[in-house]
């Protein structure tokens, strides 16, 4: 059973800083392609960040120097590290995997950042 369990996350200022954490459990964590994706208020779920198995990575343009994916595949973990973070990335992000053909989600964290 592929599971994803998130931690992180909540109320920042403009320009403050957070750190998201994904566990995944019940896939081969190595071979998988990683992705961090966010739902803005109103909006639909888009992707943020992905770390291939290999640990190469791609950004939407809105993020890219300011956050960071990064995966552990000793401890089953991917990262997103959110720096100089801005009122318009507040939304709900989630990881996800996708395995078989089927798309697996964690469940979800609040990011919320004030101006």
């Known amino acids: 059973q592929v599971r994803l369990v998130q931690r992180g996350g909540g109320l920042v200022q403009f320009g403050g800083s957070l750190r998201l954490s994904c566990a995944a459990s019940?896939?081969?964590?190595?071979?998988?392609?990683m992705d961090w994706n966010r739902q803005a208020p109103g909006k639909q779920r888009q992707l943020v960040a992905r770390?291939?198995?290999?640990?190469?990575?791609n950004y939407t343009d809105s993020v890219k120097g300011r956050f960071t994916i990064s995966r552990d595949n000793a401890r089953n973990l991917v990262f997103l590290q959110m720096n100089n973070l801005k009122p318009e990335d507040t939304g709900v992000y989630y990881c996800?995997?996708?395995?078989?053909?089927?798309?697996?989600w964690g469940q979800g964290t609040q990011v919320t950042v004030s101006s």
């Open positions: 770390i291939d198995s290999r640990g190469l990575t």
């Open positions: 019940g896939i081969n964590f190595k071979i998988h392609t």
């Open positions: 996800s995997v996708v395995r078989a053909d089927r798309t697996y």
